[in-house]
C-alpha cells in the first residue's frame, strides 16, 4: 500500500532519465519526451511514476496510462473505480489519487503576479481581498492559493481551461487551510504551502483523506518504484 493519497515529490537530484523512459511502455515515454526542458521531462516522470506506485494496491497488473481529449490521465481496469490526477511545476511534482470518486490537484510555484493577470482569474470579491494584502509577498501567496484551488476545480471537472472562465469561480478561504467554493457542489479543498515556496491546492468529491501528504525525493520515488516495477539495464 502506498504511504499516502497525496505524494509530493522533489525533482532535483542526479536521475538516470533515459534509463526510467525506456523501462516506460512507448505511450508513456511519448509523453515524458515531448517535453524539450530537462526539468519538466523530470516533473513528468516523477508524477507519472508516482502515479504508477500509488495505482498498483489497486490496478494490478497495471494497464497502460490513457488522456481524455483534454490530456487528463485515466486507466481501465476491472474493479477499479477511483480517480487520480497530476500536476508540476518548478521543482516539484504531485500525484493525488483517491481509490472512489474524484480528484483535481494544482501545484504552482509561487512568484511575482501582474494586476492584470489578478484581474482577470479572480472574482470580484477575491479581487478585493486580494487588493486589501498588506506587501507583495502576501498578495503573491494569496493569489497562487485562489489560482490553484480554481485549477485543482477545473481538473477534477476535466473539461480544460478554455470552458470555465476563472474568475466565474469564487471561493471563500479558511483559516484550517480548507476552501468553500461559493457555488453548490458537493466537494472538498485543501490548500498548503510546500517548502513556502509552492501552493498545493486538491479538490475531492465527498470528503478529504484524514491522511496527510509525503514529500519523496526522487530517489525515494524511484526505490519504491522499482520496488514494485523491477526492470533491467540492457
Not at 466537494?187 to 517548502?195: G, N, P, Q, T, Y
Amino acid at each position: 500500500m502506498s504511504r499516502s493519497w497525496l505524494y509530493v515529490i522533489r525533482t532535483d537530484g542526479q536521475i538516470d532519465e533515459e534509463f526510467l523512459c525506456c523501462a516506460l511502455p512507448e505511450q508513456e515515454r511519448t509523453r515524458v519526451l515531448r517535453y524539450r526542458n530537462r526539468q519538466d521531462r523530470l516533473n513528468s516522470l516523477a508524477a507519472l511514476l508516482a502515479a504508477k506506485v500509488m495505482l498498483a494496491p489497486y490496478c494490478w497488473p497495471l494497464p497502460p496510462m490513457q488522456q481524455t481529449v483534454f490530456g487528463r490521465p485515466y486507466v481501465e481496469s476491472p474493479g477499479w473505480r477511483g480517480d487520480f490526477n497530476l500536476a508540476h511545476s518548478g521543482g516539484m511534482a504531485v500525484c493525488a489519487l483517491l481509490p472512489a470518486g474524484r480528484v483535481g490537484v494544482d501545484m504552482e510555484k509561487i512568484g511575482q503576479v501582474q494586476d492584470e493577470t489578478a484581474s482577470y482569474c479572480l472574482a470580484e470579491a477575491e479581487w478585493r481581498h486580494w487588493n486589501a494584502q498588506p506587501d507583495s509577498r502576501s498578495r503573491q501567496e494569496l493569489f497562487h492559493r485562489y489560482w490553484t484551488l480554481k485549477e485543482a476545480y477545473i481538473k477534477l471537472q476535466g473539461t480544460g481551461m478554455g470552458l470555465i472562465a476563472p474568475d466565474s469561480l469564487q471561493f471563500e478561504l479558511h483559516d484550517d487551510a480548507s476552501a468553500t467554493l461559493l457555488t453548490p457542489a458537493r466537494l472538498a479543498f485543501h490548500s498548503c504551502r510546500i517548502d513556502e515556496r509552492y501552493s498545493l491546492s486538491v479538490c475531492v468529491t465527498g470528503s478529504l483523506p484524514k491522511q496527510p501528504h509525503v514529500i519523496l525525493s526522487m530517489e525515494e520515488l524511484i526505490a519504491e518504484y522499482l520496488d514494485l516495477y523491477p526492470i533491467r539495464r540492457k
